[in-house]
């Protein structure tokens, strides 16, 4: 067992999950002093510090013990443990973060007329994630030769190393600029914070379980807003029915007027004018939106 008494966090040094991982542990209340190499990052506050890193590393950082956590996308996550399965290095993802939304997917060239997959038997199929491709094609009961390259995927059709691809599609423009199409989603991915199955039983299992509080109240307030607004009371029933679903809605009185409330709603998701509009029409008057800075349940 590792004695390290502070919480050791590894993210990627630099790319896509940067710096919405250093915003959100930012929003936690965490802050780091830079150290000069930029590979480790002392936790000023809290006994909490960062490791910069390959996030294609992040996993087996994990796996070895050198780090208790990590921010990486669920793709790496899951190749890795499938890969290592056997191996026992079991891993769990303990929140999905909500940045980095992508997905792994087959694309197939603009030509093909493309009806399902049993037209990939026989391909050759370009991947970096060779295992989740490998588990796909089982389940599809296709036998198919996955080609392995660490990057440039995409390209793999028109040099003429592989008939088809399995690669992270987000917006779709780079299947678009290769003449590809996407036709199977194997993987809905997005950044999450990984671990080892169970948590440390030391003190950086109680600093894993106020993070996973501060990331709780963090993540659902980034969606919530509260509404505030006035109504006659015997509008209240109308108006508490336009509000957003979920809504939790508390009443004030209001001095000197003992015909009206004043209401407050916490929303999760956006008030849309639209809303805004048909709770005024159903007699509420004064309304404001505003965001929420921090929560804690
Ligand atoms: O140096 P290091 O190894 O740390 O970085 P990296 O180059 O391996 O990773 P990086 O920064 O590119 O991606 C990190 C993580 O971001 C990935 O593991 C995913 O979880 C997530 N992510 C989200 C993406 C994308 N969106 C994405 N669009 N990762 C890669 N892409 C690439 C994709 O491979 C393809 O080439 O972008 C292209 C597709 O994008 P669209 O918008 O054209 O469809
Ligand atoms: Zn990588």
């Known amino acids: 067992m590792n004695s390290r008494d502070r ?12 710096e919405p991982a250093l915003g959100l542990l930012k929003r936690c209340g965490l802050t780091f002093r830079q150290s000069r190499d930029k590979l480790f990052c002392f936790g000023e506050g809290e006994p909490v510090d960062l ?19 990590g921010i990486v996308g669920r793709n790496v996550l899951a190749e890795f443990s499938l890969a290592r399965a056997a191996e026992g290095a079991h891993l769990r993802e303990w929140r999905a973060l909500g940045f ?27 991947t970096s994630y060779p295992t989740l491709l490998r588990q796909w094609l089982d389940e599809q009961g296709i036998a198919v030769e996955v080609v392995t390259l660490a990057g440039s995927v995409e390209i793999a059709p028109r ?3 592989a008939d088809s691809i399995c690669d992270l599609v987000q917006s779709g423009a780079t299947l678009a600029a290769n003449q590809l199409q996407e036709v199977d989603v194997l993987l809905e991915s997005e950044a999450v914070l990984a671990g080892a199955e169970t948590p440390p039983t030391d003190e950086r299992g109680d600093m894993l379980e106020l993070l996973l509080k501060r990331l709780d109240g963090v993540i659902q307030l980034r969606e919530s807003c509260l509404l505030w607004l006035q109504t006659p009371k015997d509008a209240l029933d109308a108006i508490i029915r336009k509000l957003p679903d979920g809504a939790q809605p508390t009443l004030f009185p209001l001095a000197g007027q003992p015909d009206q409330l004043m209401l407050q709603a916490l929303c999760s998701g956006e008030v849309s004018w639209r809303r805004m509009e048909e709770i005024k029409r159903a007699g509420a008057s004064g309304m404001f939106v505003v965001p929420v800075e921090k929560m804690l349940a």
Do not use: E
């Not at 919480?7 to 940067?18: N, V």
């Not at 997905?103 to 199929?125: E, F």
């Open 159 to 161: 040099l003429g190393t």
């Open 7 to 18: 919480l050791r966090i590894a993210i990627q040094k630099s790319g896509r999950l940067t």
């Open 100 to 126: 980095g939304r992508c997905r792994l997917s087959i694309a197939v060239p603009q030509t093909l007329d493309y009806c399902g997959s049993w037209q990939l038997a026989g391909q050759r199929i370009a």
């Open 51 to 69: 490791l910069l890193v390959r996030d294609d590393d992040i996993p087996g950082l994990i796996a070895q013990s050198v780090c208790d956590l």
